[in-house]
C-alpha cells in the first residue's frame, strides 16, 4: 500500500502565496498522473489541476495563470504553486495519484487533505 502525505496548507491573506506537497511513500516506483482537488465548505470536489510523468498539464480555468502543478519522480513528490490566493480559493486540498508499485502495478491513491484558507 502506497501512502501519501500531504503539508503546506495554512492560512494566508487574499493575494499571498502558499506551496502545497504531496510525498509518496518509499514502495511507489512511479508517480504517473498527479492531481490536486479542492472542496470548499457545501460544495464537490473538483479538479484543480493536473500533471502527467510526461509532463502534460491541465488546470482548472478559475486557477489559470495563478497555480503551477509539479511532479518529481526522482523524489516521488508533487507539488502545487499557488499564487495570487483569493477567498474562493479556500478549502480543502487533496493529492490524488496514480502510482506503479512492483507488487500491485498502477493503482489510485489519495491523500488525507491539507486545508487551505485565505482570508480577504
Known amino acids: 500500500q502506497v501512502q501519501l502525505v500531504e503539508s503546506g496548507g495554512g492560512l494566508v491573506q487574499a493575494g499571498g502565496s502558499l506551496r502545497l506537497l504531496c510525498a509518496a511513500s518509499?514502495?511507489?516506483?512511479?508517480?504517473?498522473?498527479l492531481r490536486w482537488y479542492r472542496q470548499g465548505y457545501g460544495n464537490e470536489r473538483e479538479l484543480v489541476a493536473q500533471i502527467t510523468s510526461g509532463g502534460s498539464v491541465k488546470y482548472a480555468d478559475s486557477v489559470l495563470g495563478r497555480f503551477t502543478i509539479s511532479i518529481d519522480n526522482a523524489k516521488k513528490t508533487g507539488d502545487l504553486q499557488m499564487n495570487s490566493l483569493k477567498p474562493e480559493d479556500t478549502g480543502a486540498y487533496y493529492c490524488?495519484?496514480?502510482?506503479?508499485?512492483?507488487?500491485?502495478?498502477?493503482?489510485?491513491?489519495w491523500g488525507q487533505g491539507t486545508q487551505v484558507t485565505v482570508s480577504s
Open positions: 490524488n495519484a496514480e502510482i506503479y508499485t512492483w507488487r500491485e502495478g498502477s493503482n489510485d491513491y
Open positions: 518509499e514502495r511507489a516506483v512511479k508517480i504517473n498522473i
